[in-house]
């Protein structure tokens, strides 16, 4: 057996919440060290959970402990933040978007070919039970030849327009629900199904200002800020599965959609219909069930696959698929091999954000 891997965490939201929490419990990984430019943020953090930090990146590059990084800032300096990390030879584990348009993608996928390097992407609905469950059945035949596949994922976590503008509200940051829902919905649907071949889209800003964090009021409203980044994302696509045939795709996306239904993926075959969903706004994980229809009769509830299990469960549903997505880029590291999810996976995904932003995309046109 190979020694964990030694992984700094960059980034102190979701790395600290749910990465750190991850490396801890995962057998293959151990975390050395945290990183963060806000002294005071890191001081608190390191003193909280026992670890080292650095405030400057390139002392945390330097330190001789750390053999990979996880890299879980705000989309805007990831892709330079990762670029410094492969040149300094660390493998990466990169939270999405991993840059703000497809080329800084394809960028750093080559830099890392070149290095010998592997990068994983936390596309952690890969790693959810059910949802391995229902890519086995598709891939096992059982649908048939697929005719429409439809996903909902309708949120509110931004519905509430007293939230403080910050940089999701910005798409030269990164912002929007493309880069924050439609980066996992779209590589759920090219893993189920196939890459995308072409799209068309519909943007729309739904709460068009944000207050100001911090500021002093000047007026009834307030200060306030201008948000330019998309709360909803109507998208029709083309898939091309691997036998080339094209299969027609909906996807509607939505961060303030209040009471929305959540998370609903629909594929419709010649032979059987699968539905897979959970209306559990709380937890991005908890809560999906697995339907299929036969030969016309009603959707029937599937039991979940035990063998597909999580070996342990946390309050917080996130941290059990991104450990086990762990688990598999320590294995792909210490066995020399490519990762997937990987920057593979992420440049197809954000294409398709970079199409939706365009209005269209097309693969003949490339």
Known sequence: MSAPLKVAVAGLGFGEKVH?????????????????PRPERLESACRQQELPGH?????????PAVEAIVIATPPAPR??????????????????PVGLNSQEVAELQRLAIGLGLTVAVDFEYRAVPLFQQLAALVKSGALGELYLVKLDWLMGSRADASRPWNWYSQVSEGGGVLGSLGTHAFDTLHWLVGPTSSLRSQLHTAIRQRPIPDAQPSGPGGQMATVDAEDIALVQMELE????????????????????????????????????????QADYVHGFGLW??????????????????????????????????????????????????????AFLSQRCCDWSRKGFGDTQTL
């Open 20 to 36: 750190l929490a991850a490396l801890r419990a995962c057998p293959d990984t151990e975390p050395v060290a945290l990183w963060h």
């Open 55 to 63: 405030n400057d990146f390139d002392g945390l590059l330097a330190d």
């Open 79 to 96: 892709f330079g933040l990762a670029r410094r990390a492969l040149e300094a030879g660390k493998h990466l584990l990169l939270e999405k």
């Open 241 to 280: 599965t691997c036998q080339g045939h094209m299969v027609p795709a909906q996807l509607n996306l939505g961060a303030v959609t209040r009471q929305g239904r959540g998370y609903w993926i629909e594929l419709y075959g010649s032979e059987a219909t699968a539905v897979l969903g959970s209306s559990n």
């Open 292 to 345: 299929l229809a036969q030969n016309g009769e009603p959707l029937r509830p599937l039991e979940a696959d035990p063998a597909l299990r999580f070996g342990r469960a946390w309050e917080d549903g996130r941290i059990a698929p991104v450990e086990r997505l762990q688990g598999w880029w320590s294995a792909a590291i210490r066995e020399g091999r490519p990762m997937v999810p990987g920057l593979g996976e």
